[in-house]
């Protein structure tokens, strides 16, 4: 099974760090990513929050919520686990000069983008596919810019997406109430 997982890895972050490298990718990918990382997922659920009426508010809080869990859970795999990133043990991948502090496993920016679009897609099902798109656009920018194994994003997703189900099966009761003592 574990070479099973080397070969998907090898062979994906081959194709896309590589294989379909351009000019147009190098600057959008640079760019897009970044909608995965801290700084704008906790900007966006911020602006949800204190911005929108009722429901969106509502739809920031359940982010928030998601996004809380599913950092957590992905930072704490980080330290446990201590993948170092594909550019420290691959040779001739084109690394983009982006240097991480932390480790790989699983992808931050995936985990955070699949919990706030799962988050999204159960509330406003008509945006599902943009917002899914948009998540797994960020996860492959990832492996395109040499900062994570194709497995890590696979883990991202699955742990931004069951972060999202978690907040929506079993948390709503307590988040509908926190709303009502927080803004009413």
């Not at 760090?17 to 760019?31: G, H, P, Q, R």
Request: aromatic share 14%; glycine share 6%.
């Amino acid at each position: 099974m574990k070479k099973g997982f080397k070969w998907f890895d090898d062979k994906l972050i081959e194709i896309l760090n590589d294989k379909i490298k351009s000019d147009f990718l190098d600057k959008f990918m640079v760019k897009f990513t970044n909608l995965g990382g801290g700084i704008f997922t906790t900007c966006f659920v911020i602006f949800l929050i204190l911005i929108g009426k009722e429901k969106i508010r509502f739809i920031g809080i359940q982010a928030a919520t998601t996004l809380i869990i599913s950092q957590s859970i992905t930072y704490s795999l980080k330290a446990l686990l201590s993948r170092e990133r594909p550019y420290n043990i691959l040779k001739n991948l084109n690394t983009f000069d982006i240097i991480m502090k932390d480790y790989s496993f699983p992808s931050g920016h995936t985990s955070a983008s699949f919990s706030i679009a799962t988050t999204i897609a159960f509330n406003v099902p008509k945006l599902s596919i943009l917002v899914f798109l948009i998540a797994l656009t960020i996860g492959i920018s990832r492996v395109y810019l040499g900062v994570h194994y194709p497995t890590d994003v696979v883990a991202g997703i699955i742990l931004g997406v069951v972060s999202g189900i978690i907040v929506h099966v079993y948390l709503l009761v307590y988040l509908e109430k926190f709303m009502e003592i927080i803004f009413h």
